[in-house]
T-cell receptor
Framework: GDSVTQMEGPVTLSEEAFLTINCTYT??????LFWYVQYPGEGLQLLLK?????DKGSNKGFEATYRKETTSFHLEKGSVQVSDSAVYFC???????????????FGQGTILTVHP | KAGVTQTPRYLIKTRGQQVTLSCSPI?????VSWYQQTPGQGLQFLFE???????NKGNFPGRFSGRQFSNSRSEMNVSTLELGDSALYLC?????????????FGPGTRLLVL
């Protein structure tokens, strides 16, 4: 079945540092890939997405490129802020029917803490 | 456009009771998915509804059920609550149009079973 693996956390950085959170996946076919962010006490917010190989998703300074050859979708940001402190989830979904309907498969989440 | 709303936001129940959670999707969205989030198991898919039909179901016992109404609002029910059902329950909606299946999440309902 599908699976998503994220780098072990937590990740602690100083403000303005470079961020990378690794994400690799196992799936058949051509899934769509997502990064979601969860702030304390809240639900998930879509951060960015990519729907086909070599697509780059970007939002709020965050970027991730869909690499089919390495089955990866690593999240990067050039300069993190204290307000980026949150839990980040990598996820995939298939666009086909059957057992993929409406189902996101998530990684375990990576806690990011940014200090001033 | 209003986002996904979930009610109630917090619930405390005791073992053996049942609970019903509600989810209102983004206007125009016809698909609603439900997830359970726990520290130990992470985010796990419960089920998905589209046009009042359950089209997909995760690996949860039959105590977990749901339904969708004609206005796309959805409810999930958990009967005979167990301590392990304590979790954040999230619903998400999507358009279900074309191949862009982005899901948008609500704030969740936090359930505590005592």
């Amino acid at each position: 079945g599908d699976s998503v693996t994220q780098m072990e956390g937590p990740v602690t950085l100083s403000e303005e540092a470079f961020l990378t959170i690794n994400c690799t996946y196992t799936a058949t076919g051509y899934p769509s890939l997502f990064w979601y962010v969860q702030y304390p006490g809240e639900g998930l917010q879509l951060l960015l997405k990519a729907t086909k190989a070599d697509d780059k998703g970007s939002n709020k300074g965050f970027e991730a490129t869909y690499r089919k050859e390495t089955t990866s979708f690593h999240l990067e940001k050039g300069s993190v802020q204290v307000s980026d402190s949150a839990v980040y989830f990598c996820a995939l979904t298939h666009n086909a029917g059957g057992t993929s309907y409406g189902k996101l498969t998530f990684g375990q989440g990576t806690i990011l803490t940014v200090h001033p | 456009k209003a986002g996904v709303t979930q009610t109630p936001r917090y619930l405390i129940k005791t073992r053996g009771q049942q609970v019903t959670l509600s989810c209102s999707p983004i206007s125009g969205h016809r698909s609603v998915s439900w997830y359970q989030q726990t520290p130990g198991q992470g985010l796990q898919f419960l089920f998905e509804y589209f046009s009042e039909t359950q089209r997909n179901k995760g690996n949860f016992p039959g105590r977990f059920s749901g339904r969708q109404f004609s206005n796309s609002r959805s409810e999930m029910n958990v009967s005979t609550l167990e301590l392990g059902d304590s979790a954040l329950y999230l619903c998400a909606s999507s358009l279900r149009r074309g191949i862009q299946e982005t899901q948008y999440f609500g704030p969740g309902t936090r359930l505590l079973v005592l």
